[in-house]
């Protein structure tokens, strides 16, 4: 049992990386502990009491939620992904959260890939590529956000009216189960890893073991597990471009997009920038054969999105061939069961103009 209560921000950021775990998840990656770690000694993951750890070739790095990509490409090596959550209300993320994103990464891919003293000496480790995907309720820093791009950071904005509902899901439960903690003598409150063991439960089908909760503290976490999962209202899933980066994609009806995406699994959209109030730009997505099929919205950082729409003009022809040829199409990938659907959204890249 726990004897020191935490407080309102920590447990909203606690539960927002469970609910990127599930993202992971349901978006064709497997949520990966330390007994997935199938490797002889040394261990390249560890649990202790901050959660999950990941060695690096100087030291072990803590990550919120780390997932591995299901299929690994041809000729190139098994895709993981770390995410880092921040529940912010007003600040938003800043350059030192990025940059030791980026510290992180570059640690880890430059980790020892051969067994020198174990047995099996000489023995090829696998190898695996990593990458790091910040999301934020508040948005990010001008700052942060040319770091993340130069460094190949993937940032997630979450402050657009459509994750309100996500956002305030998060915030409910968080501060309906610290008033049951407050009112909890303090000998008998349940430790931050117990919740999350017993949350991930149905999220993640992962077995939480010997976790005893009362009822009154499993009830949010159980309506909150179910609302994920029914995704009536949760509409996001993640998206991923032939870009550094990883787009995070609402819907209010993102099974709407789901059917048509399944008659349709490879089909051409349009992309729109919308009015809306957020802290970055927002963007949205239709079919352009059936506009009225669905809508996808994301928002990209304003250093992002300068990016990529910058005119094509005074670029050398490999230059624009290549950064055409990138921003073409992006890759959504659906949960059905254990099998991962592959949807294909593609575009002309000179639709992605702020002047039209």
Not at 21 to 43: I, M, Q
Not at 256 to 277: G, K, L, M
Request: glycine fraction near 6%; aromatic fraction near 10%.
């Amino acid at each position: 049992m726990a004897d020191k209560l935490i407080g309102k921000g920590p447990l909203r950021g606690y539960l927002l990386e469970e609910v990127l775990a599930w993202l992971l998840r349901s978006s064709g990656f497997e949520v990966l502990t330390a007994a997935d770690d199938l490797d002889t000694e040394p261990k390249v993951l560890k649990e202790d009491k901050n959660g999950l750890q990941v060695r690096g070739r100087g030291a072990w790095h803590q990550v919120d939620a780390l997932g591995q990509f299901r299929y690994v490409p041809p000729f190139s090596l098994p895709v993981r992904l770390f995410v880092e959550a921040k529940y912010l209300t007003t600040t938003p993320v800043r350059l030192p959260t990025v940059r030791n994103g980026h510290g992180v990464i570059h640690d880890v891919n430059e980790a020892e890939t051969t067994t020198l003293t174990a047995p099996g000496a000489g023995r090829p480790r696998t190898r695996y590529r990593y990458n790091y995907a910040i999301f934020s309720t508040s948005g990010f820093s001008p700052v942060a956000q040319d770091y993340a791009l130069a460094h190949q950071i993937s940032l997630i904005d979450l402050s657009t009216p459509d994750f309100a509902v996500l956002r305030d899901l998060v915030k409910n439960t968080a501060d309906t189960v610290h008033a049951v903690l407050e009112a909890t003598p303090a000998a008998q409150r349940p430790k931050m890893s117990d919740m999350r063991a017993y949350l991930r439960g149905p999220l993640l089908d992962m077995n939480p073991g010997d976790v005893e909760l009362a009822d009154a503290i499993r009830g949010p976490l159980d309506y909150l597990a179910q609302a994920l999962y029914s995704r009536s209202q949760l509409g996001l899933v993640l998206a991923f471009p032939a870009a550094p980066f990883v787009l995070g994609l609402a819907s209010d009806d993102l099974y709407s997009f789901v059917d048509y995406a399944r008659e349709h699994p490879t089909h051409a959209v349009r992309p729109r920038r919308i009015n809306q109030p957020a802290s970055h730009p927002v963007w949205e997505l239709r079919s352009a054969e059936h506009p009225e099929a669905y809508a996808l919205r994301f928002s990209l950082p304003e250093r992002i999105e300068k990016w990529i729409v910058a005119q094509d003009e005074g670029m050398p022809s490999r230059t624009r061939y290549v950064k055409r040829s990138m921003l073409s199409t992006m890759t959504l990938y659906w949960m059905h069961g254990e099998h991962a659907q592959t949807f294909q959204l593609r575009y002309e890249p000179s639709e992605l103009r702020l002047d039209r």
